[in-house]
């Protein structure tokens, strides 16, 4: 199947700090990517759509001001967390759709955040 | 996208046939039953998707329902690797947004 990938697989950052993940598509392009966030012992929550070229559409509860997507090119979306605090700490997963009608979906392979 | 409910854990011996069922009652006619897979610490993995027909695949077998209100996963030959929690999700292929909505699913521990 199509490969998407996730950098990093993990970070570390101290409490009020930014932190950006990547989500590539390496063999395919994704007109479409979607934000996935995980807490221990749950499921995936989805976060947000990001589409190339224009703003990201996110869930209800989901702070966009706090979660800012950017998908600049059809290969590339970032999240990045602004003023991280502990309680952001999570599992971030990015699943990407490869084009047309029939298009399915393919996940990285998770960035785990921890806020200290 | 229809509502799904799945059995939230199942064991299954090593060796032996892995039946994961799932209800979705309300499903409507132009939605797909997908199934994917989530080891610990990793990202979703795509197992299989059917509409009406069983399918089959190198990984696993789905088999739906006549009346589409339940459907089955099997993996024919389960592994200590296959221990991970399995989701079934329903919804339109491709769908306005193609977005995946996940329920709790089944975690499968596949016992030596």
């Known amino acids: 199947g199509a490969v998407v990938s996730q950098h990093p697989s993990w970070v570390i950052c101290k409490s009020g700090t930014s932190v950006k993940i990547e989500c590539r598509s390496l063999d ?3 007109t479409t990517m979607f934000w996935y966030r995980q807490f221990p012992k ?16 996110y869930e209800q509860g989901v702070e966009k001001d706090k979660f800012l997507i ?14 991280a605090h502990p309680e952001d700490s999570s599992f971030y997963i990015c699943s990407a759709r490869t084009g047309g009608r029939t298009g399915e979906l393919f996940f990285g392979e998770g960035s785990r955040l921890t806020v200290l | 996208d229809a509502k799904t409910t799945q059995p939230p854990s199942m064991d299954c011996a090593e060796g032996r046939a892995a039946n994961l069922p799932c209800n ?16 610990h610490s990793q ?8 509409l009406k027909n069983n399918e089959t ?5 789905l088999i739906i329902t006549e009346d589409r209100k339940s459907s089955t996963l099997i993996l024919p030959h389960a592994t200590l690797r296959d221990t991970a929690v399995y989701y079934c999700i329903v919804r339109v292929r491709p769908g306005n947004t193609g977005k995946l909505i996940f329920g709790q699913g089944t975690t499968l521990q596949v016992k030596p």
């Not at chain 1, 499921?43 to 990201?56: D, H, I, V, Y």
């Not at chain 2, 990202?43 to 059917?50: A, L, M």
């Open chain 2, 24 to 39: 979705h009652s309300t499903i409507s006619g132009n939605e797909y039953v997908y199934w994917y897979r989530q080891i």
């Open chain 1, 70 to 83: 950017n998908h600049a090119s059809l290969t590339l979306s970032t999240l990045t967390v602004t003023s």
């Open chain 1, 42 to 57: 749950q499921s995936l929550m989805l976060m947000a759509t990001s589409n190339e070229g224009s703003k990201a559409t």
């Open chain 2, 43 to 50: 990202g979703p993995q795509y197992i299989i998707h059917g």
């Open chain 1, 28 to 30: 395919f392009q994704a």
């Open chain 2, 57 to 61: 695949n190198e990984m696993a077998s």
